[in-house]
């Protein structure tokens, strides 16, 4: 979302809440206009923290889905530069692959770097930066040394799409776990 169109939910919410408090406590319960204002200001300051929380949860959505989408482009880059793709090619030729957001925001990030004669490493550091996935940092910080060292570059992309599944699958058997938790309280 744009900062605009938060601040328009926020208000949006604030004003449902400052409305409903009237209604609700002025009008169907008749209570008193002084407990009235005291509801109205409580659900209009609740109403400011709704958008705030769904704005959290769609984030923490959209940066797993792009952890998921980064290992596949991770893939991708290690079978182009295995047929013999360079790495910097690879790296662009694996961006234009993919569909999604997640692979758009890497090619705005990569065009970014190449119209401003930047690295492609700072241009994916910037990008883990501005949406908050550490692992894109890391990434990039590891392609640098690689870059660097001389090391085989597809050795490190394939252990970072590795280690990323691997932490991916954790994550997914722990939500699947604690799931199963608060499953077994109802049954119970």
């Known amino acids: 979302r744009t900062p605009e169109q938060h ?16 209604v609700v406590g002025g ?10 204002l005291c509801a109205a200001v409580v659900l209009a300051g609740a109403g400011l923290l709704g958008p705030e929380q769904a704005l959290g949860r769609d984030a923490t959505t959209a940066r797993s889905a792009f952890r998921h989408a980064l290992g596949a482009y991770l893939d991708l880059v290690t079978v182009m530069e295995a047929a013999g793709a360079g790495p910097e090619t690879s790296l662009y030729r694996a961006a234009e692959l993919g569909d999604g957001w997640a692979f758009a925001e890497i090619r705005s990030a990569l ?6 004669r930047r690295s492609t490493w700072s241009a994916l550091a910037q ?13 990039a910080a590891s392609l640098t040394l690689v870059e660097h060292e001389g090391a085989r570059i597809r050795r490190s992309l394939e252990a970072r799409a590795d280690s990323m599944r691997a932490q ?4 997914a058997r722990a939500r699947a776990g604690a799931t199963t938790a608060k499953m077994s309280i109802p049954v119970v």
Request: glycine share 12%; hydrophobic share 60%.
């Open 7 to 22: 601040v328009l939910r926020q208000l949006a919410w604030c004003l449902a809440g400052a409305a409903g408090g009237v």
């Open 27 to 36: 009008g169907l319960l008749g209570l008193a206009p002084m407990v009235t």
């Open 111 to 116: 065009a970014a770097a190449r119209r401003a």
């Open 127 to 139: 990008l883990g930066a501005d949406l908050d996935v550490p692992e894109l940092a890391e990434l």
């Open 168 to 171: 991916q699958l954790a994550d």
